[in-house]
């Protein structure tokens, strides 16, 4: 079926406003998009939606809706009446399942980790291959954040080792260790629902008896060889002593979810605990790791 897409500037303020508004005109949907591009992360359960400053929303409409009559009624309710900023685009017929499949391709992370979608082909049927479809929880791979910890564990060697995977969404970091040789991971997560994901997919990629997965208020004490936490650098912060609690002595850590811009004093407080290596950076977010002093 084909759509027509209003797009309607608004800010932090208006948005969730004209959104009802979009959606008793008729709108099938209603999304929000950063017109200035400003980098979002996943709100945690819980917390409310918070609008960029600049936001356009979008309701989409099928192709045989009134958009003249909704248009002269969002003009006649709008502060700005007339100069109302809004755009109506046609939207080509496409199957957008199909087309998501299409661009969503098995990725390489250094020398020998591949996380593969289920609907292609392995690449490699002897390397290292997580098989993982994107989900609920986060964690594909494609964000930079997730690659800088997949290059960091492909580069050890994991054999036999205990991992701490912090804030373990979809399992990503967690599976691509077993795979590695990790002998276990434990994942703790804040959101259940991540629990279930990383759970399910540690069951297709046949590791489950290997992953222990924990709620932070059920996270046990232990103390591992390698831990790596991807949540964000205000955590990173608060958590520091909790999440080095967990690296042994002489174990290695890796930090991300980390924007360049924080990177050099996250790296000061996780000094007193860890001797950290200069910080590797992917488009505008960074790595920290070290070892436990
Ligand atoms: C950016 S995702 C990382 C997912 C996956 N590890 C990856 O590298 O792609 C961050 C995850 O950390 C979880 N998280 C955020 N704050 C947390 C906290 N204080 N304790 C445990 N998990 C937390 C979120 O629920 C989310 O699943």
């Known amino acids: 079926m084909p759509w027509i897409q209003l797009r309607l500037a608004a800010n932090e303020e208006t948005a969730e406003k004209y959104s ?3 959606s008793a005109c008729g709108a099938q949907a209603v999304t929000f998009i950063d017109a200035k591009d400003t980098p979002i992360y996943e709100p945690l359960p819980g917390d409310e939606v918070t609008y960029w400053s600049n936001t356009v929303v979008m309701g989409l409409y099928d192709a045989s809706h009134d958009m003249e009559k909704v248009i ?5 309710i709008h502060p700005d009446k007339k100069d109302m900023q809004y755009k109506l685009e046609q939207l080509e ?6 087309e998501w499949m299409d661009n969503f391709h ?6 020998r980790l591949w996380i593969c979608p289920s609907w292609r ?3 490699e049927p002897d390397a290292v291959n997580v098989m993982l479809d994107p989900g609920l929880a986060f964690g594909t791979g494609t964000h930079p954040t997730t690659a800088l910890c997949l290059t960091w564990l492909d580069g050890l060697d994991l054999a036999g080792k205990t991992v701490v995977d912090f804030g373990c969404g979809s399992g990503i970091l967690s599976l691509a260790a077993l795979k590695l040789g990790a002998e276990r991971v434990i994942g703790i997560d804040i959101d259940p629902q991540a629990l279930q994901a990383s759970k399910a997919n540690a069951e297709r990629n046949n590791v489950a008896d290997r992953l222990f997965l924990y709620l932070p208020d059920e996270q046990p004490e232990l103390k591992a060889d390698i831990v790596v936490a991807n949540i964000l650098a205000g955590p990173l912060k608060e958590l520091s002593q909790v999440i080095t609690s967990f690296v042994k002595p002489g174990g290695l850590l890796a930090l991300s979810g980390i924007l360049e811009e924080q990177g050099e004093s996250l790296s000061q407080v996780y000094d007193q605990y860890c001797q950290m290596n200069p910080m590797t950076v992917q488009e505008e977010w ?3 790791d070290g070892i436990r002093r």
Not at 72 to 76: I, V
Not at 93 to 98: I, L, M
Request: no cysteine; net charge negative.
């Open 20 to 22: 009802d508004w979009l």
């Open 286 to 288: 960074v790595r920290l």
């Open 72 to 76: 002269t009624y969002l003009q006649s």
């Open 93 to 98: 017929d496409k199957d957008w399942e199909r």
């Open 121 to 123: 082909e392995v690449p």
């Open 106 to 111: 098995p990725m390489k992370f250094g020398q």
